[in-house]
């Protein structure tokens, strides 16, 4: 039972690269996020998901994409990364979906991500 | 718009001393869930407590402790006779209709021997 997949694990781009995280679920949950960790401003929330086809903007959403075709897997994408992206960048799901948010999240491990 | 504030950056204490940690919380939703998560220094994140905005009853597992207080909107969280394995970042959080989970910036607990 794998749970939530994050890969990389580490990453170093250059200003202006861009890239894809990708994160997959075996859980069948509705719900997926991505939020990113910065030092004393805790977790914050780049985008989230409901369901297959339907993203939304979570807090910080500018310089990040997503999309949800299929129910497992939800990447975000760096369209052209920037130093101020530096971050480790979490995905989470859970069994809520449209309806109902109640549910504990579970997360991925985390991916580093450097830009120089 | 919904907000956790962890006032406490950073708390140091001896192990098997009792230690709270505080969470206010802003929220103009009369239904809504918190949470409280665990972050050890390997990093995963750790789920530790949900509560329902509708159940103001505290709860006790083992060695923790949660007070939820509406008149206060609080929702704090103690840890009795703290272990060195208490040592992590520990989150806050709230949801509200959609399930946007917004986090608190965390509080920094170090126990030491």
Known sequence: NAGVTQTPKFQVLKTGQSMTLQCAQDMNHEYMSWYRQDPGMGLRLIHYSVGAGITDQGEVPNGYNVSRSTTEDFPLRLLSAAPSQTSVYFCASSYSGRSSYNSPLHFGNGTRLTVT | ?113
């Not at chain 2, 204490?13 to 220094?41: G, N």
């Not at chain 2, 597992?61 to 208490?86: E, M």
């Open chain 2, 1 to 113: 718009a919904q907000k956790v504030t962890q006032a406490q950056t950073e708390i140091s204490v001896v192990e098997k001393e009792d230690v709270t940690l505080d969470c206010v919380y802003e929220t103009r939703d009369t239904t809504y869930y918190l949470f409280w998560y665990k972050q050890p220094p390997s990093g995963e994140l750790v789920f530790l407590i949900r509560r329902n905005s509708f159940d103001e009853q505290n709860e006790i597992s083992g060695r923790y402790s949660w007070n939820f207080q509406k008149s206060t909107s609080s929702f704090n969280f103690t840890i009795t006779a703290s272990q060195v394995v208490d040592s992590a970042v520990y989150f806050c959080a709230l949801s509200e209709a959609g399930n946007k989970l917004v986090f608190g910036a965390g509080t920094i607990l170090r126990v030491k021997s």
